[in-house]
């Protein structure tokens, strides 16, 4: 059984920077992932696809994010990264680590919340 904890969320004032960690753990045994993704839920409203990173670290990320978002991972520690900059108050939202490994298996974190201050 896999499990996905996040880092990083916080109180934050608009434009500026904050850096969210996830990392997969497959209790010690072999995980081959997929693809890890960030997505967000912000009060109210539905959870959405921030940014993907795949296997072959091809990278996509949200119309609402790009130039300001950066989606990364370090292959070796199962870790992903979202780098956010110049943020938003509606950026305000609880984030989500998401990882699908390559037999289909959807692993979610319990999430980490980001409050952007105007």
């Known amino acids: 059984q896999g499990r996905v904890e996040e880092s990083g969320g916080g109180l934050v004032q608009s434009g500026g920077p904050l850096r969210l960690s996830g990392s997969c753990d497959a209790s010690?045994?072999?995980?081959?992932?997929?693809?890890m993704a960030w997505y967000r839920q912000a009060p109210g409203k539905q959870r959405e696809l921030v940014a993907v990173i795949d296997r072959s670290v091809v990278t996509h990320h949200a119309d609402s994010v790009k130039g300001r978002f950066i989606i990364s991972r370090a292959k070796a520690a199962n870790t992903v990264y979202l780098q956010m900059n110049s943020l938003k108050p509606e950026d305000t939202a609880v984030y989500y680590c998401?990882?699908?490994?390559?037999?289909?298996?959807?692993?979610w974190g319990q999430g980490t919340k980001v409050t952007v201050s105007s």
């Open positions: 998401n990882v699908k490994s390559m037999i289909g298996i959807v692993y």
């Open positions: 010690g045994k072999a995980l081959s992932i997929n693809t």
